[in-house]
């Protein structure tokens, strides 16, 4: 059985402190043997840095995963190449620095394949994420070449579109989780073909705040329709979302639960 944690969107400083903070002992207590998580809020809320993800993988994180904002940090577009446990989304257009698939060892035995997606709806035009994947998918099969389990991160806005993603990966992947919203949903479940599935992790960091932002900013954006000033992190004590999967010899999701530590939310535990 291979057990993974999905880290939802990492927010600002109180988000990378709750991963320092919870990641080393949910590897333990969850005798985990992967973890992934979302990476593209990290930076002061915008993107990601070399540094913030060395500090990420210190803290027992095995790859990171992106979104729509992980450009924000300019410098990432010379440096991404360098590192193979950061990716990109898939679909961002041919030639873009990055990749969106990761193939990495299992202490176990065994290789996880870690793919990177976007949606479309309400977000930018990028390539199609499901032919993408669905390409990605063929080149990496459960059970072929020693593929033992595969993740997938959906970074995207709209509930439809990622339970249709799910659907359309089903029997396919282990693993697919939706990133991008900030809330975590309470859907944890299997589909009818054995893929993990929650439409949401949610993220880790502050949820005294508005998706992990500094709240009256955010919310007299919202009253006086007026830019207002530049939207920064939250800085309470932050709450690690995360989704724990347990994987079996076929490949497929035996167990998909809701992982929330710390902060504001009622705690959760497998």
């Known amino acids: 059985m291979i057990r993974v944690l999905f880290l939802g969107d990492i927010v600002g400083r109180s988000g990378r402190e709750a991963a320092a903070r919870y990641v080393p002992t949910l590897r333990k207590q969850l005798d985990l043997d992967f973890v992934v998580a979302n990476g593209e809020n990290a930076a002061g809320g915008f ?63 065994g290789q996880i394949v870690v793919m990177n997606a976007m949606a479309r709806l309400f977000m930018d035009p990028l390539d199609d994420p499901f032919a993408a994947v669905d390409a990605a998918l063929d080149k990496h099969k459960l059970g072929a070449n020693g593929v033992a389990a595969i993740l997938i991160d959906l970074h995207g806005e709209a509930s439809s579109e990622k339970y249709a993603f799910g659907h359309f990966c089903d029997g396919r992947a282990s693993l697919v989780v939706g990133s991008h919203s900030h809330v975590p949903t309470a859907d944890a479940q299997i589909l009818t073909g054995g893929t993990g599935y929650q439409t949401d992790a949610g993220m880790c960091g502050d949820y005294d705040s508005v998706i992990g932002m500094k709240k009256e900013p955010a919310t007299m954006r919202f009253v006086r329709k007026l830019p207002g000033e530049r939207l920064t992190p939250a800085e309470g004590e932050g709450t690690l979302c995360a989704i724990y999967a347990e994987i079996a010899d076929t490949g497929l999701a035996t167990r998909v639960a809701p992982v929330r530590q710390g902060g504001r939310l009622a705690p959760a535990l497998p």
């Open 47 to 109: 993107g990601i840095t070399d540094k913030i993800a060395a500090e990420l993988y210190a803290t027992g994180v095995d790859c990171i995963t992106t979104g729509n904002h992980v450009w924000d940090q300019r410098e990432l577009m010379l440096t991404i190449d360098r590192d193979p446990k950061l990716l990109r989304p898939i679909n961002f257009p041919k030639n873009t620095p990055g990749k969106g698939v990761g193939v990495y060892r299992l202490p176990k035995g």
